[in-house]
């Protein structure tokens, strides 16, 4: 047996700094055998050729579900590869979709959703014991406006985080919360997750 998570979601609203903990965190000693899954949303939009107007869920809300659809079946494809291969790894994203889609489109869009079996599939792997999901708080100084994401403003951000929780307890996911600001004591609360990680046999 061994000391361990072998997956790591870190999840939040755009601009929250995912991305940069996962590099950082890539750097740790404990994480070198994890494989990093990173950006698949911005793969998913660069792929389907959309630019941030075409999927503003305010004009055009079928385009921003389908989009969210799209973002979900590619993470669940990526984390049933990583599974049957019996990989650790460390994922910028976790149940963001389900979260865009209720926080932007409201209650029906969300259980749509919740419906696709790719949904229950993931929804299981957040529950497993041997997935860490980590929910990253925003901050002023992470906000950043890169053109390709809905435009960020601090309340909204913080209007998404507590949806992001909320659904989170309804899935009856556990989680912890990185609310520190600083990268290194970001890496520090992950990385005490991990040795209070419970005793596990296998993937």
Same mark, same amino acid.
């Given at each position: 047996? *061994? ?7 870190l999840?939040? %609203?755009?601009s929250?700094?995912?991305?940069? $903990?996962?590099? #950082?965190?890539a ?6 055998? &994890? #494989?990093? !899954?990173?950006e698949?949303?911005? /793969?998913?939009?660069a792929e389907?050729?959309?630019e941030? %107007? ?5 004009k ?5 579900? *389908? ?5 979900l079946?590619?993470?669940n494809?990526v984390?049933?590869?990583n599974?049957? !291969?019996?990989? %650790? ?12 889609? *209720?926080y932007? $489109?409201?209650?029906?869009a969300?259980?749509?959703?919740? $419906?696709?079996? +790719?949904?229950?599939?993931? =929804?299981?792997?957040y529950?497993?014991? &041997? ?10 100084e +992470?906000? /950043? ?9 601090l309340?909204d ?8 929780? @909320?659904?989170?307890?309804?899935n !009856?996911?556990?989680? =912890?919360?990185?609310?520190a600001? @600083?990268?290194?004591?970001?890496v #520090?609360?992950? #990385?005490?997750?991990? @040795?209070r990680a419970? $005793?596990?046999?296998?993937?």
């Amino acid at each position: 047996m *061994r000391k361990s998570y072998s997956r790591i979601f870190l999840c939040g %609203a755009h601009s929250v700094g995912k991305t940069t $903990l996962l590099t #950082r965190l890539a750097k740790e000693p404990v994480f070198k055998e &994890f #494989r990093l !899954e990173t950006e698949l949303a911005r /793969q998913v939009i660069a792929e389907q050729k959309l630019e941030r %107007a075409d999927f503003d869920h305010s004009k055009h809300p079928n385009a921003f579900e *389908r989009l969210q659809v799209d973002i979900l079946t590619r993470q669940n494809a990526v984390e049933d590869t990583n599974s049957q !291969e019996g990989l %650790a790894y460390i994922m910028d994203r976790g149940i963001d979709p389900l979260v865009y889609a *209720r926080y932007y $489109l409201g209650e029906e869009a969300y259980q749509r959703l919740l $419906l696709l079996p +790719c949904t229950t599939r993931s =929804i299981e792997r957040y529950r497993s014991p &041997f997935s860490l999901v980590v929910v990253v708080t925003p901050h002023p100084e +992470c906000i /950043q406006e890169d053109g390709v994401r809905i435009s960020p403003k601090l309340a909204d951000l913080q209007a998404f985080t507590d949806c992001m929780t @909320n659904t989170l307890k309804d899935n !009856e996911i556990n989680f =912890i919360t990185i609310e520190a600001l @600083n990268l290194e004591e970001r890496v #520090r609360v992950v #990385r005490d997750a991990m @040795n209070r990680a419970p $005793l596990l046999q296998k993937l």
